[in-house]
T-cell receptor, first 115, second 112 residues
């Protein structure tokens, strides 16, 4: 197992375009998390899944953000009508049980630049 | 409103000495605390955690201390090694909830 994989590593898009990022968690991990990190800040929690169920989505930044995990394996994060303020590193993480107790395994992230 | 605060953006320590990274929190409902380490171009890596029923947890060279009355925790690294140079994030969870609240991080530099 190669850990948590995120694709693409970098994405440059024009303002107003839609973007989608993919995360492949560690195969036996049933919990999957999305975070956003901007320059000089710590990661900011967005949403998480247990298997295919999205158990927390109130922290998604706006209704332009959505996430799916249709078969309980990989997940996608979509941002519609991107804005310059969406430029950030988007991190995915997974865990076997409650992440607060055992810590997550993070991927290397997708860096989004909106021009 | 920063609920988890790491007030030192950077810290420089000589190799072999003790590194002490500090973290303060304001939310008294936090009951799990974690430390992560991050190298450039990589995601954060989990280091060590502590629950609010304890005041100390050790794992090799890493020890985390929790002072609930002061809402303060610290990470001690002894002895410090060059590979410890990284950004360290303090994180907290309320009621064991899966979403963590992170501080802004402290950049630790180990000097040879």
């Amino acid at each position: 197992d190669t850990g948590v994989s995120q694709n693409p590593r970098h994405k440059i898009t024009k303002r107003g375009q839609n973007v989608t990022f993919r995360c492949d968690p560690i195969s036996e991990h049933n919990r999957l998390y999305w975070y956003r990190q901007t320059l000089g800040q710590g990661p900011e929690f967005l949403t998480y899944f247990q298997n295919e169920a999205q158990l927390e989505k109130s922290r998604l930044l706006s209704d332009r953000f959505s996430a799916e995990r249709p078969k309980g394996s990989f997940s996608t994060l979509e941002i519609q009508r991107t804005e310059q303020g969406d430029s950030a590193m988007y991190l995915c993480a997974s865990s076997l049980t409650q992440g607060a107790l055992v810590g997550y395994t993070f991927g290397s992230g997708t860096r989004l630049t909106v021009v | 409103d920063q609920q988890v605060k790491q007030n030192s953006p950077s810290l420089s320590v000589q190799e072999g000495r003790i590194s002490i990274l500090n973290c303060d929190y304001t939310n008294s409902m936090f009951d799990y605390f974690l430390w992560y380490k991050k190298y450039p171009a990589e995601g954060p890596t989990f280091l060590i955690s502590i629950s609010s029923i304890k005041d100390k947890n050790e794992d090799g060279r890493f020890t985390v201390f929790l002072n609930k009355s002061a809402k303060h925790l610290s990470l001690h690294i002894v002895p410090s090694q060059p590979g410890d140079s990284a950004v360290y994030f303090c994180a907290a969870s309320e009621g064991g909830a899966d979403g963590l609240t992170f501080g802004k991080g402290t950049h630790l530099i180990i000097q040879p």
